[in-house]
């Protein structure tokens, strides 16, 4: 039994799709960002860093934190989702760490500025909105040649997908970039990404319009801790 601690976020959706994905059990622990609880004793314990996703495997007596570090081990935990052989592994790494190193943090960025920053301050947002928009030509142009980012359906796909679903909340412009939004349709027809992006609840309830400006108050209490 795994134990999964994470809220509704894209990197806490990557561990939650992944573990629907390869129909690992598992029991949800929700972490209350808005509260601080990721910087409670008992979850520094399990998250030396304070951020979520984190797990704990009884069966092997390990914890874990890092969602690129959870997906490989997941994965190597089941033997799917990850190819075996050196060179097809490296190359679904390669493509998981440009979503750890690009896609997160620079989406996580335009999220601060375009969402969450009181002050807006339009040279941040265009430069983190227009570096979003060049990575996703990257992985655009990846899809041009196959459906899947490594070439077999794997991690790196769930773990690019479940940020790049949430271009609109970034503010980024998808305008042209046919293959990455049919790539993103066929990742939802995927089995378990559907129930994973609902852990630890559904999220798109407080995205409406009428919920969309306390959540923007609340988040804001997030960059600041």
């Known amino acids: 039994m795994i134990d999964l601690y994470t809220s509704p976020t894209p990197n806490g959706h990557k561990i939650s799709c992944t573990l629907e994905a390869l129909?690992?059990?598992?029991?949800?622990?929700?972490?209350?960002?808005?509260?601080?609880?990721?910087?409670?004793?008992?979850?520094?314990?399990?998250?030396?860093?304070?951020?979520?996703?984190?797990?704990?495997?009884?069966?092997?007596?390990?914890?874990?934190?890092?969602?690129?570090?959870?997906?490989?081990?997941?994965?190597?935990?089941?033997?799917?989702?990850?190819?075996?052989?050196?060179?097809?592994?490296?190359?679904?790494?390669?493509?998981?760490?440009?979503?750890?190193?690009?896609?997160?943090?620079?989406?996580?960025?335009?999220?601060?500025?375009?969402?969450?920053?009181?002050?807006?301050?339009?040279?941040?947002?265009?430069?983190?909105?227009?570096?979003?928009?060049?990575?996703?030509?990257?992985?655009?142009?990846?899809l041009s040649k196959q459906d899947w980012i490594a070439g077999d359906y794997s991690i790196a796909d769930i773990a690019n997908w479940c940020w790049v679903r949430t271009y609109k909340w970034s503010g980024v412009n998808v305008e042209g970039l046919d293959n990455l939004m049919s790539w993103s349709k066929r990742m939802y027809e995927q089995p378990g990404m559907l129930k994973g992006i609902e852990v630890p609840f559904k999220v798109e309830n407080l995205l409406k319009k009428e919920n969309a400006e306390k959540f923007i108050k609340e988040s804001n209490k997030i960059i600041q801790k």
Request: one cysteine or more; proline letters at 6%; hydrophobic letters at 40%.
């Open 23 to 142: 129909k690992i059990p598992y029991k949800t622990h929700a972490i209350n960002l808005m509260e601080g609880e990721q910087l409670s004793k008992n979850f520094l314990k399990i998250s030396p860093n304070g951020r979520i996703p984190a797990i704990v495997d009884s069966e092997n007596n390990l914890s874990i934190f890092e969602s690129g570090a959870i997906l490989i081990y997941l994965a190597d935990k089941k033997g799917e989702l990850i190819p075996t052989s050196t060179k097809e592994r490296s190359n679904v790494i390669q493509w998981l760490m440009f979503q750890m190193s690009g896609i997160g943090p620079m989406m996580g960025q335009a999220n601060v500025f375009f969402r969450y920053m009181p002050e807006k301050i339009p040279t941040a947002i265009d430069r983190y909105q227009n570096e979003c928009r060049r990575l996703f030509k990257v992985l655009d142009k990846q």
